[in-house]
T-cell receptor, first 113, second 113 residues
């Protein structure tokens, strides 16, 4: 089955820095890649997604890049703030109507003021 | 607006005892529904998904079962808890179709002693 790997497992940065979270998957049939964020004590929250027919998606301080050939994604967060401190999860889904998602192990981001 | 509730908030149970966790979605008809298990440390694993009443598919075998008795209700249960069942259980919904973002509930913290 699908496997999703995220690197690094943790990041500590100063406020204002940019960070890059990498994600790779194994099943070339996966077509939808949502990312989620889990802040301490809060619900898992959708932050951005990309479909396999796209190469790039940007929203506010988030840029998500997708390389279908290498089965690799990268999430770039600019101008980080302490409120960005959370666990970030990459996930992958096949083209079915089931919503079956495979998650990576998460990246713990800590932004120091 | 759609809301998702999970009950109970937390449970402490003995090994070998039964378990029933519930999830209710209000304000959305015919959603896809999902159960996830999150281990201490963050790994998220999808357990079950359901695209319609009475139909539930298992993603991984963890000696758990799920049912969808109503369009807006999803139940996770087992007759005999194992130590390995400890963790955080999350319910989620998405619009019918699968490749859409999922909306997560607040979760239930389960401790098995």
């Amino acid at each position: 089955g699908e496997q999703v790997e995220q690197l690094p497992s943790s990041l500590i940065v100063q406020e204002g820095a940019s960070v890059l979270i990498n994600c790779s998957y194994t099943d070339s049939a996966s077509v939808y890649f949502p990312w989620y964020k889990q802040e301490p004590g809060k619900r898992l929250q959708f932050i951005i997604d990309i479909r396999s027919n796209m190469e790039r998606k940007q929203t506010q301080r988030l840029t998500l890049l997708f390389d279908k050939k290498t089965k690799h994604l990268s999430l770039h967060i600019t101008a980080t703030q302490p409120g960005d401190s959370a666990i970030y999860f990459c996930s992958a889904s096949l083209n079915t109507n089931t919503g079956k998602l495979t998650f990576g192990d998460g990246t713990v981001l800590t932004v120091k003021p | 607006a759609q809301t998702i509730h999970q009950w109970p908030v937390a449970e402490i149970k003995a090994v070998g005892s039964p378990l029933s966790l519930g999830c209710t979605i209000k304000g959305k008809s015919s959603p896809n529904l999902y159960w996830y298990w999150q281990a201490t440390g963050g790994t998220l694993q999808q357990l079950f998904y359901s695209i319609t009443v009475g139909q539930v598919e298992s993603v991984v075998q963890l000696n758990l079962s799920a049912s969808r008795p109503k369009d807006d209700q999803f139940i996770l249960s087992t007759e005999k808890l194992l130590l390995s069942h400890s963790g955080f259980y999350l319910c989620a919904w998405s619009p019918r179709g699968g490749t859409y973002e999922q909306y997560f509930g607040p979760g239930t913290r389960l401790t098995v002693l």
